[in-house]
């Protein structure tokens, strides 16, 4: 029997919609921390208190690269124990708090040193939440999506992860141009996207509260061993897929935070563009960024998921340095346009359709665990790093050696690309519809 025949049309829109959503508001809080640093970072960590700027540190990097492995471990189990819809309404709650706490900590001024360590605790709980995102909606929207539709379905995950940063970033140009002074942003105005993020949130929980929970793992709930579900040991049964969803990542997530959270960097210290203008051309290439994904991961429904992926490395492997040289010579603004254009277009073919791939490797029992933990910890290497590597190397006075660095990473998924069967085709979601 085919579980999806269950599912009405409108079931299907709300999970699209709540999954979605949820995934948008958690990256927006994500993404505006990251954008608005800037206006609250003296609120926190005055200068000359060496204990706030070493919580500072330990913060960045507690969040960046411990919390979101932590995270996808942590959700992905709950998610495989009792519910996809219980692990996301969570985490989304959990992001809410984070938000709500940053908007409402009192000045260092005022509480001393106690503002760092409330900053750094939000921080913990925003790692926490994101890290287990990824892995739980890609679960979600993979399984609630009909056999046909998979790749389209899930391609929301990352419409949804830009639109946050799109919120975030659009949220900040309106405040800097339309709203407040920039004394007026540093004094109390940062505090109004975490306030605003913490709306969202709620809304977003709201909506995810009248999900459906996918008849994939209620199917499976009482058939499996509860000792199984969400267990590291059974997944380490699968090594072959674990170690397939590292591979294929590791590239595209270095291409993809190179080219989206990096790049206004490279545009301001390298192609020399003024911060408007590079603020300008990632916003439009971002949000059509954004509509291509669906458009790619209906593609992928009719001609599998391994000929985009293959596309991605080919075209990756072949064309970065080349295009990253171009982009750093170029004196147009429209040449620069195009050309991170060309680069995201490329990158669409891993970001449209990675988590469904992830998702159709593993069995329910161990399938949220499955994507997000091993996705968080190659994230948390090799994305999160990018830009730090890239500024070392800029440093160096040897940029170019960080255009070659991300081929020489594309070329490893592409290996594994070239390797691995079509998911389309070998699904382990299909099983859940045996049932």
Same mark, same amino acid.
């Given at each position: 029997?085919?579980?999806?025949?269950?599912?009405?049309?409108?079931?299907?829109?709300?999970?699209?919609?709540?999954?979605? =959503?949820?995934?948008? =508001?958690?990256?927006?809080?994500?993404?505006?921390?990251?954008?608005?640093?800037?206006?609250?970072?003296?609120?926190?960590?005055?200068?000359?208190?060496?204990?706030?700027?070493?919580?500072?540190?330990?913060?960045?990097?507690? =969040?960046?690269?411990?919390?979101?492995?932590?995270?996808?471990?942590?959700?992905?189990?709950?998610?495989?124990?009792?519910?996809?819809?219980?692990?996301?309404?969570?985490?989304?709650?959990?992001?809410?708090?984070?938000?709500?706490?940053?908007?409402?900590?009192?000045?260092?001024?005022?509480?001393?040193?106690?503002?760092?360590?409330?900053?750094?605790?939000?921080?913990?709980?925003?790692?926490?939440?994101?890290?287990?995102?990824?892995?739980?909606?890609?679960?979600?929207?993979?399984?609630?999506?009909?056999?046909?539709?998979?790749?389209?379905?899930?391609?929301?995950?990352?419409?949804?992860?830009?639109?946050?940063?799109?919120?975030?970033?659009?949220?900040?140009?309106?405040?800097?141009?339309?709203?407040?002074?920039?004394?007026?942003?540093?004094?109390?105005?940062?505090?109004?996207?975490?306030?605003?993020?913490?709306?969202?949130?709620?809304?977003?929980?709201?909506?995810?509260?009248?999900?459906?929970?996918? *008849?994939?793992? *209620?199917?499976?709930?009482a058939s499996i061993d509860k000792n199984k579900k969400g267990s590291v040991k059974e997944l380490l049964k699968h090594p072959k897929e674990l170690i397939t969803v590292i591979g294929l990542t590791l590239g595209g997530t270095l291409a993809f935070y190179t080219y989206t959270t990096y790049m206004q960097k490279f545009l301001i210290n390298t192609v020399n563009l003024s911060k408007a203008e590079s603020t300008l051309i990632s916003f439009l290439t971002l949000l059509i960024f954004a509509c291509l994904q669906p458009f790619f991961g209906w593609l992928s429904d009719k001609v599998g998921r391994r000929p985009l992926l293959l596309g991605f490395g080919i075209l990756g492997t072949l064309f970065t340095v080349p295009l990253l040289t171009a982009l750093s010579h170029t004196s147009s603004i429209w040449g620069a346009f195009f050309l991170l254009l060309a680069a995201l277009i490329i990158v669409s073919g891993y970001t449209s359709i990675n988590a469904v791939v992830k998702a159709e490797l593993f069995p329910a029992e161990v399938r949220a665990l499955g994507v997000g933990l091993p996705y968080a910890l190659t994230v948390a290497i090799f994305g999160g790093t990018a830009e730090y590597i890239a500024l070392w190397f800029k440093k160096m006075g040897v940029e170019y050696y960080f255009y070659w660095y991300i081929t020489l990473c594309i070329f490893f998924s592409l290996i594994v690309y070239i390797r691995m069967k079509d998911t389309q085709a070998t699904s382990r979601l299909n099983e859940d519809e045996d049932l």
């Open positions: 029997m085919n579980i999806n025949t269950q599912i009405t049309v409108g079931k299907r829109i709300r999970a699209i919609v709540g999954g979605s =959503v949820g995934n948008l =508001v958690e990256w927006y809080d994500w993404y505006a921390y990251a954008a608005f640093a800037i206006y609250f970072s003296h609120a926190f960590f005055p200068q000359g208190d060496m204990t706030a700027q070493l919580l500072n540190t330990a913060g960045i990097f507690a =969040v960046g690269f411990l919390m979101r492995p932590i995270g996808g471990w942590m959700f992905g189990s709950i998610a495989d124990k009792i519910g996809r819809k219980r692990a996301m309404t969570l985490s989304v709650l959990l992001m809410s708090f984070g938000s709500l706490l940053i908007a409402l900590i009192p000045e260092y001024s005022i509480i001393g040193v106690w503002a760092p360590i409330m900053l750094l605790l939000a921080r913990l709980l925003q790692g926490l939440s994101v890290g287990g995102e990824y892995g739980v909606s890609a679960t979600y929207l993979s399984e609630m999506a009909t056999k046909d539709k998979r790749g389209f379905y899930s391609s929301f995950q990352y419409v949804t992860l830009i639109g946050g940063q799109l919120i975030a970033l659009g949220i900040q140009l309106i405040l800097q141009k339309l709203i407040l002074t920039d004394q007026q942003l540093h004094d109390w105005g940062w505090r109004i996207p975490f306030i605003i993020g913490a709306i969202l949130s709620v809304i977003a929980l709201y909506l995810r509260k009248s999900l459906h929970e996918t *008849e994939a793992f *209620e199917n499976k709930n």
